[in-house]
């Protein structure tokens, strides 16, 4: 069992996952958070301060290492260009590194319980990576992950290759390309285990760029705020276009000024049609 919000739910959601019509009303009907769900129709997979200090102790030395390398490339080269508004090591370490290495266990727990046996060796994407989080972050926490970090934009794709360099991540690669673009091209397409996506943009338009990247039977998770109950309604169209389903929502409680963050799950059940993803731009113009 595991707290959200001062209540307990089990951490293992059902084998069917819930329609958006149902999961909507249990949103509106909460009366202690909009994130609660009754556990008839739908077990909530949920964690109360999934990140805390002991998280980042948890780590191995040479993965502390390697974080806190992580950290001094990423101030060093925000000096010159915009990876992140965040000036100051510990903030970078409270705001990013916290809320990347939150979504770890939402991501095994998932995997193991929809997926497959085992979620140690994963083949992960993170669109739209940035600066590398969650990706990066993903990648030294779990070194049995494969991951592909995506991004369009040749300069961050400079300081992810100069990075993963730097820290000596032999887990990652760097790959610079529209995730539209991507998600046509037939050696990546329905290929990842898992897409990842943090603060690129709202779920319907998260949900045409990420899930044609994931194989039938594979997860997309997003991390989100603490109230995304508007979002995952507009969503329900695009998620179910893309084959794909809302499995759960999993609250993260951050011990930061940020607040609670949640970890959007849906579970990938058949191929997204051909046509999707559309033309690069056009999800994010014309949302499904």
Not at 156 to 166: G, P
Not at 262 to 275: E, N
């Given at each position: 069992?595991?707290?959200?919000?001062?209540?307990?739910?089990?951490?293992?959601?059902?084998?069917?996952?819930?329609?958006?019509?149902?999961?909507?009303?249990?949103?509106?009907?909460?009366?202690?958070?909009?994130?609660?769900?009754?556990?008839?129709?739908?077990?909530?997979?949920?964690s109360s301060k999934v990140f805390s200090s002991s998280r980042f102790e948890a780590l191995?030395?040479?993965?502390?290492?390697?974080?806190?390398?992580?950290?001094?490339?990423?101030?060093?080269?925000?000096?010159?260009?915009?990876l992140t508004a965040v000036k100051e090591e510990s903030e970078v370490m409270e705001r990013?590194?916290?809320?990347?290495?939150?979504?770890?266990?939402?991501?095994?727990?998932?995997?193991?319980?929809?997926?497959?046996?085992?979620?140690?060796?994963?083949?992960?994407?993170?669109?739209?990576?940035?600066?590398?989080?969650?990706?990066?972050?993903?990648?030294?926490?779990?070194?049995?992950?494969?991951?592909?970090?995506?991004?369009?934009?040749n300069k961050r794709c400079s300081f992810l290759e100069h990075v993963v360099s730097q820290?000596?991540?032999?887990?990652?690669?760097?790959?610079?390309?529209?995730?539209?673009?991507?998600?046509?091209?037939?050696?990546?397409?329905?290929?990842?285990?898992?897409?990842?996506?943090?603060?690129?943009?709202?779920?319907?338009?998260?949900?045409?760029?990420?899930?044609?990247?994931?194989?039938?039977?594979?997860?997309?998770?997003?991390?989100?705020?603490?109230?995304?109950?508007?979002?995952?309604?507009?969503?329900?169209?695009?998620?179910?276009?893309?084959?794909?389903?809302?499995?759960?929502?999993?609250?993260?409680?951050?011990?930061?000024?940020?607040?609670?963050?949640?970890?959007?799950?849906?579970?990938?059940?058949?191929?997204?049609?051909?046509?999707?993803?559309?033309?690069?731009?056009?999800?994010?113009?014309?949302?499904?």
């Amino acid at each position: 069992m595991l707290l959200c919000g001062g209540r307990r739910f089990n951490l293992l959601a059902p084998t069917t996952p819930l329609s958006f019509g149902t999961f909507i009303k249990h949103l509106a009907a909460s009366k202690s958070s909009k994130l609660s769900l009754t556990a008839k129709s739908f077990t909530a997979s949920a964690s109360s301060k999934v990140f805390s200090s002991s998280r980042f102790e948890a780590l191995n030395s040479r993965q502390k290492e390697q974080v806190h390398l992580y950290i001094d490339s990423l101030l060093e080269w925000n000096q010159k260009m915009n990876l992140t508004a965040v000036k100051e090591e510990s903030e970078v370490m409270e705001r990013h590194v916290e809320d990347s290495l939150s979504i770890i266990e939402p991501i095994r727990t998932s995997y193991l319980s929809h997926c497959g046996p085992s979620s140690e060796n994963l083949n992960l994407v993170d669109v739209g990576s940035g600066a590398g989080l969650p990706g990066v972050i993903l990648a030294i926490a779990s070194p049995g992950w494969k991951v592909t970090l995506l991004e369009s934009l040749n300069k961050r794709c400079s300081f992810l290759e100069h990075v993963v360099s730097q820290i000596g991540l032999s887990n990652v690669q760097v790959k610079r390309e529209r995730a539209e673009k991507l998600g046509q091209d037939v050696s990546f397409r329905e290929s990842f285990d898992v897409a990842v996506a943090r603060a690129v943009a709202e779920m319907r338009i998260l949900a045409e760029y990420c899930l044609p990247l994931v194989r039938t039977g594979g997860i997309f998770v997003a991390a989100k705020g603490h109230d995304p109950q508007e979002e995952v309604q507009r969503a329900e169209r695009a998620i179910q276009l893309m084959g794909a389903s809302l499995l759960h929502i999993c609250c993260v409680d951050s011990h930061s000024k940020h607040g609670q963050r949640t970890a959007i799950i849906c579970l990938k059940g058949k191929p997204t049609p051909k046509k999707y993803p559309r033309d690069p731009g056009t999800p994010a113009k014309i949302p499904l």
